[in-house]
């Protein structure tokens, strides 16, 4: 069998095994599997998943999707974190273009035009280019946050980066995750507390109305609803 195919296979049996695991034991079976071979991603809305990941690997690895359009409170938030957590080594993941560069060779504003292509250039390639390094990746993915993440696994196959994906916080409520943001005194993005509860890059991030779907911010005014990353 190939490297592949034996993760593709623990994949599959540890998603059964751990179907019903909490964070923190999805997190040492993912240290205890993969040792320095996997990466957290996080958005710098809060370090609740960093926060988690550093009680089973203090220097674990945090990639950061740096597009070059984030909030000021965003790069705010994740220097926060290399401050708070000392030992976590930030990866900063960048497009291979300048947003100059883009802009040149697409037009200005290309996220307004065609935010899927923009999203392409500027995430999904730095990611699938960042996850190659790594057998196993860790999300901050919750059912909650949207219909089309309602099924996610806590230890699933990533078919499309080729490589393990663990969701540990997939089946908190908002409750639970509120709480243990609160409970611990977790670092957290100030846009949430302005009226930002999903936060993206800037041009493509609104306010969103007291009540309405969360992620109703993100892309306003269009059908997109992902940005690529996870479906």
Same mark, same amino acid.
């Given at each position: 069998?190939?490297?592949?195919?034996?993760?593709?296979?623990?994949?599959?049996?540890?998603?059964?095994?751990?179907?019903?695991?909490?964070?923190?034991?999805?997190?040492?079976?993912?240290?205890?599997?993969?040792?320095?071979?996997?990466?957290?991603?996080?958005?710098?809305?809060?370090?609740?998943? &960093?926060?988690?990941?550093?009680?089973?690997?203090?220097?674990?690895?945090?990639?950061?999707?740096?597009?070059?359009?984030?909030?000021?409170?965003?790069?705010?938030?994740?220097?926060?974190?290399?401050?708070?957590?000392?030992?976590?080594? &930030?990866? #900063?993941?960048?497009?291979?273009?300048?947003?100059?560069?883009?802009?040149?060779?697409?037009?200005?504003?290309?996220?307004?035009?065609?935010?899927?292509? !923009? !999203?392409?250039?500027?995430?999904?390639?730095?990611?699938?280019?960042?996850?190659?390094?790594?057998?196993?990746?860790?999300?901050?993915?919750?059912?909650?946050?949207?219909?089309?993440?309602? #099924?996610?696994?806590?230890?699933?196959?990533?078919?499309? #980066?080729?490589?393990?994906?663990? #969701?540990? &916080?997939?089946?908190?409520?908002?409750?639970?995750?509120?709480?243990?943001?609160?409970?611990?005194?977790?670092?957290?993005?100030?846009?949430?507390?302005?009226?930002?509860?999903?936060?993206?890059?800037?041009?493509?991030?609104?306010?969103?109305?007291?009540?309405?779907?969360?992620?109703?911010?993100?892309?306003?005014?269009?059908?997109?609803?992902? !940005?690529?990353?996870?479906?």
């Amino acid at each position: 069998m190939t490297a592949t195919a034996d993760y593709r296979t623990l994949a599959e049996r540890a998603g059964k095994e751990l179907a019903g695991a909490s964070a923190e034991e999805a997190l040492a079976w993912t240290a205890q599997t993969f040792g320095d071979d996997f990466i957290v991603a996080s958005n710098m809305q809060d370090a609740v998943l &960093i926060d988690l990941a550093v009680k089973v690997k203090p220097d674990v690895p945090v990639l950061f999707l740096e597009t070059g359009y984030h909030f000021a409170e965003t790069i705010g938030t994740r220097d926060a974190v290399q401050t708070v957590y000392p030992e976590v080594q &930030i990866v #900063n993941a960048e497009a291979e273009q300048s947003v100059a560069e883009q802009d040149a060779e697409y037009g200005p504003k290309l996220h307004d035009r065609d935010p899927t292509q !923009c !999203c392409f250039l500027r995430k999904v390639v730095p990611l699938r280019s960042t996850l190659s390094q790594y057998s196993a990746w860790v999300t901050g993915v919750r059912r909650v946050d949207a219909p089309t993440r309602a #099924n996610t696994p806590i230890v699933g196959w990533d078919e499309r #980066n080729g490589l393990v994906k663990i #969701n540990p &916080i997939a089946a908190w409520t908002d409750e639970e995750f509120n709480g243990y943001l609160h409970e611990h005194g977790i670092l957290e993005n100030p846009l949430v507390s302005a009226g930002y509860p999903s936060i993206g890059c800037a041009p493509c991030t609104a306010k969103v109305a007291p009540g309405a779907d969360p992620r109703s911010g993100r892309w306003a005014g269009t059908s997109k609803t992902e !940005c690529g990353l996870h479906g």
